[in-house]
């Protein structure tokens, strides 16, 4: 795994969201979460995964660890929600699937919500006041 992306973080203290792009064997998710340890940086670190495998291998691993499952399509929303619960999971939702009664459901299970690609003002004001805990954008300063 590349440091670089972690010591940038950190130079700038900022979190690291660090997408587990495909599917991987559990000794490569081992491997980064060993970088990251080095560096200091796992408490500053979200693991994110439209792979739940990963997510769980991550779960397993690090059971406190900030990790967000990665939605988009049209899924099952109660598929979604048991797998949430079931491994400890925040959400990161294609931001045009979610409603505010998602949020709710979210919520309610004592998760978080991320939202993806909002790059629309007016698209992020909404979310904000479903009360989503965090909006991923390319340019809303």
Known sequence: MEVAYIQICKKYEKI????LKNPMQPKDIDGIIAVIQEEGWLE???FISFDLPNMICV???LPKQK???LIEGNPD????LDALNRYSLDVDIQYQLLTEERVRDVHAA???VNVWTVNRLEDARRLSDWGVDYI???IIE
Request: hydrophobic share 30%; aromatic share 8%; no cysteine.
């Open 16 to 19: 690291s969201v660090l997408e």
């Open 44 to 46: 500053h670190t979200i």
């Open 59 to 61: 779960r397993e691993k």
């Open 67 to 69: 990790a967000q499952y």
């Open 77 to 80: 929303w109660q598929i979604v």
């Open 110 to 112: 004592g998760k978080e």
């Open 136 to 138: 991923t954008t390319n």
